[in-house]
């Protein structure tokens, strides 16, 4: 193994530790998830042309919001593979399938680079904030071309760019100073808005083969009652957040939450918080 590869298998054993622990309070925020993306999920599942007895693999599905839908979706002609690097997030998004009546969905734990599924299997795809996280995007978008049948689309939801995001951008920044650690390039690999450079996105599709790809983009502002609510929903399940501050011990930590409370307080009104967030939803086809 190569000192790359050893760096790429190191940061992937970190993402699956760190969305095991987050997987509780992903799943418990389901609600306010829903709610928030609830207009991008219908648009990413019409732009992945999912519909009724199709077979559809969910990339990155996480607690299996979008599965969900794309269970109604396919019907019980159909069917979905739920695939993510974390077995114990896919443990919730089956039970949430099992509970809500979907007996169509079943789950596959993979690293979405390797997702160990045989060829030309699927009628569609997509992946909701997922794409993001991995090392090296285009070998994930090649993984999910190489599953796709001839013809078929797939569609992905990342986070547009820092500039568009400000929250993200206050939360990153600050954890990482409260941590002692250097800033990082926002568009370095493996971090929460590194697909939002514009163009990169309709560029990696097209090299890993898709056709007529474009992008959309659209507005997807958190909401929440208080600032407080948005960073207890952060508290429980932003991964990547947790885990830079990990290190810290309880003071250390209470002390970057309040810091990115007093910067988050400029969002929060009368009618209560508003969080801007921009998303950018790019499809293509095999
Ligand atoms: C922000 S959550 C999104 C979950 C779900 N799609 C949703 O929108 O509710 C990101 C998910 O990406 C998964 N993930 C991160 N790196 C991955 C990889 N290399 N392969 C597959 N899944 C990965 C995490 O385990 C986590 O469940």
Known sequence: MNHTMTEAAQFKDRTRVQWDEAAAGWDRHGPQI????????????????????????????????????????????????????????????????????????????????????????????VCRLGLMFLPDPLAGL???HRVLKPGARFCAMVFAGPDMNPCLRILMSTALRHAGLPPRDPFQPGGLVSLGKPGLMDDLMARAGFRN???????????????????????????????????????ARAAAWDDMQAQLDAYQSAEGWVGPNTLLLTAGQK
């Open 142 to 144: 090649r993984e999910i």
């Open 213 to 251: 790809v474009a992008t959309t983009r659209m507005e997807a502002p958190f909401l929440w009652p208080t600032t407080a609510d948005y960073l207890t929903f952060n508290r429980e399940s932003a991964g990547p957040i947790l885990q830079i501050l990990a290190p810290l011990d309880a003071a």
């Open 34 to 125: 829903r709610a928030w993306l609830r207009g991008p999920t219908d648009a990413m599942l019409a732009m992945a042309g999912v519909g009724p007895g199709q077979n559809v693999l969910d990339v990155a599905a996480g607690a299996g919001d979008q599965t969900l839908d794309i269970a109604a979706r396919v019907g019980a002609e159909g069917a979905v593979v739920a695939s993510d690097i974390s077995e114990g997030i896919l443990m919730h998004a089956l039970g949430n399938a099992v509970r809500a009546g979907h007996a169509n969905v079943r789950t596959h734990p993979a690293d979405a680079e390797d997702l160990g599924l045989p060829d030309a299997t699927f009628d569609a795809a």
